[in-house]
């Protein structure tokens, strides 16, 4: 019985002493008259849910392309993933709003040395708007070589349902990056069972590929 109060008082403490590290980050930037490019970088890694995904939007406001910038949008993309915590068997810190903007956020840097993340993401997250939201970031960069992992994306995805949104990004990731490798993806969606917004999305598409 000792041991379990003791157990429960240090967690208790260790608890304790990380809400009050995460306030007085918060803390820290109320009292800022000008938060700028680094504080936003800390609290994505330090600030609470909220925070994190208020600090990615400020950052693609300001334009910030550095790679301390990229790396914490990297970071960014695997919260509630690769840093996931449960509680009960539960997962309790669910980030797929911070991974969603976090992925266009990369997009929009243009960086492709992160693709190798997004497609990571594109694969393995179990959520469909974050991966959604990985492959527009993936379509705004503009690289050929994304085609074959966006195909692979439509090729495994549901024609109906769920996917639906998740279909709909990559067929319009195929006509941003405007490639001719992107021609017979999109004439299989036209030709598949998916709902006809999406055909209409890959014709649509089409129009943009280059030759």
Same mark, same amino acid.
């Given at each position: 019985?000792?041991?379990?109060?003791?157990?429960?008082?240090?967690?208790?403490?260790?608890?304790?002493?990380?809400?009050?590290?995460?306030?007085?980050?918060?803390?820290?930037?109320?009292?800022?008259?000008?938060?700028?490019?680094?504080?936003?970088?800390?609290?994505?890694?330090?600030?609470?849910?909220?925070?994190?995904?208020?600090?990615?939007?400020?950052?693609?406001?300001?334009?910030?392309?550095?790679?301390?910038?990229? +790396?914490? *949008? @990297?970071?960014?993309?695997? #919260?509630?993933?690769?840093?996931?915590?449960?509680?009960? &068997?539960? !997962?309790?810190?669910?980030?797929?709003?911070?991974?969603?903007?976090?992925?266009?956020?990369?997009?929009?840097?243009?960086?492709?040395?992160?693709?190798?993340?997004?497609?990571?993401?594109?694969?393995?997250?179990?959520?469909?708007?974050?991966?959604?939201?990985?492959?527009?970031?993936?379509?705004?960069?503009?690289?050929?070589?994304?085609?074959?992992?966006?195909?692979?994306?439509?090729?495994?995805?549901?024609?109906?349902?769920?996917? +639906?949104? *998740? @279909?709909?990004?990559?067929? #319009?990731?195929?006509?941003?990056?405007?490639?001719?490798? &992107?021609? !017979?993806?999109?004439?299989?969606?036209?030709?598949?069972?998916?709902?006809?917004?999406?055909?209409?999305?890959?014709?649509?598409?089409?129009?943009?590929?280059?030759?």
């Amino acid at each position: 019985m000792r041991k379990i109060v003791i157990i429960v008082a240090v967690l208790f403490v260790l608890g304790a002493g990380v809400l009050q590290a995460q306030e007085s980050i918060e803390q820290f930037l109320r009292d800022l008259e000008k938060p700028g490019k680094e504080d936003y970088v800390k609290l994505i890694y330090e600030g609470s849910h909220e925070n994190k995904l208020w600090a990615i939007n400020k950052l693609v406001e300001m334009g910030a392309k550095d790679q301390d910038v990229i +790396d914490a *949008l @990297v970071f960014g993309l695997q #919260q509630g993933t690769l840093y996931v915590e449960r509680q009960n &068997g539960r !997962v309790v810190n669910d980030f797929w709003d911070v991974r969603a903007a976090s992925a266009v956020a990369l997009g929009n840097i243009g960086d492709t040395r992160v693709l190798p993340k997004l497609y990571q993401a594109l694969r393995y997250d179990t959520d469909v708007f974050v991966r959604s939201s990985v492959v527009i970031g993936i379509g705004k960069m503009g690289q050929r070589k994304s085609i074959p992992e966006i195909t692979r994306t439509i090729e495994t995805s549901s024609p109906s349902g769920p996917d +639906d949104q *998740l @279909v709909l990004a990559c067929v #319009q990731a195929l006509g941003d990056i405007g490639h001719r490798d &992107g021609f !017979v993806p999109l004439i299989e969606v036209m030709r598949g069972k998916f709902r006809r917004s999406i055909k209409i999305a890959a014709r649509d598409a089409l129009k943009k590929i280059q030759w």
